[in-house]
């Protein structure tokens, strides 16, 4: 089975948090030769670790409920960016041990019981809540972490997708919402599950036209 590193570090403490995201910052950095592009850059880590810095310093022991929300809210946007950097280092990385060691992260744990992802299922485009919304809905997809979707439109006879993006959930409707579309336009996506092993197959198109 091919090497990873770690994908999720919301569990981890913040403190461990915190060292963890530094250690990954500097790792990357000096190890340019194997990440010549991280994704997402590493300008974004930083801004991502200064201000979980910052509002740890607020919470440290008297901090309000205020504050406390505050540092928790930036604690998910930094384990977000840890997340996407992770998966941009097992892409690059493709299995390579001491090139994945040399990022920061942590080793994924080996487990025989994890597979490639199944296509999602019941894939539909219905309207959002407000006019240039609709939301892309599938049935969730076993042993799946993410969900990578595409937008088109047709253009001579062909859908034309644009660039993938990606969400975590396929059945709530709030997360799922693809914004600022143009009224009167029929569009379409697909979707296909990802997880440390490897990508489903995209679902087949299915269409809505925003409101």
């Keep these: 089975m091919k090497r990873q590193v770690k994908i999720n ?8 948090l915190g060292y ?9 950095s000096e190890n340019a030769e194997f990440f010549t592009e991280p994704n997402p850059p590493l300008t974004e880590l930083e801004a991502a670790i200064a201000d979980y810095d910052e509002k740890m310093q607020f919470t440290n022991g008297k901090g309000s409920p205020y504050n406390s929300e505050s540092k928790n809210a930036s604690k998910r946007a930094l384990v977000d960016v840890l997340r996407r950097l992770a998966f941009y280092v097992n892409t690059t990385c493709n299995g390579v041990v001491h090139q994945l060691l040399s990022s920061g992260f942590r080793l994924k744990d080996l487990r025989k019981d994890l597979t490639v992802p199944t296509t999602p299922t019941r894939v539909r485009l219905v309207d ?8 892309l809905l599938f049935d969730s997809v076993p042993k799946a972490s993410e969900y990578e979707y ?12 644009g660039d993938i993006a990606s969400f975590r959930n396929g059945r709530v409707r709030r997360n ?9 336009v029929t569009y379409y ?6 997880n440390p ?5 995209w679902s087949e198109p299915v269409s809505q036209i925003a409101r």
């Design 189 to 194: 996506a697909r979707v296909r599950a990802r």
């Design 150 to 161: 595409q937008l088109g439109t047709i253009i001579s006879g062909e859908i034309v997708w």
């Design 128 to 135: 959002g809540e407000l006019s240039g919304q609709l939301a």
């Design 197 to 201: 092993e490897g990508l489903s197959d």
């Design 9 to 16: 570090y919301e569990k981890y403490r913040d403190a461990d």
């Design 20 to 28: 963890l995201a530094s250690t990954v910052h500097q790792a990357l």
């Design 176 to 184: 799922n919402i693809i914004r600022n579309l143009t009224p009167a």
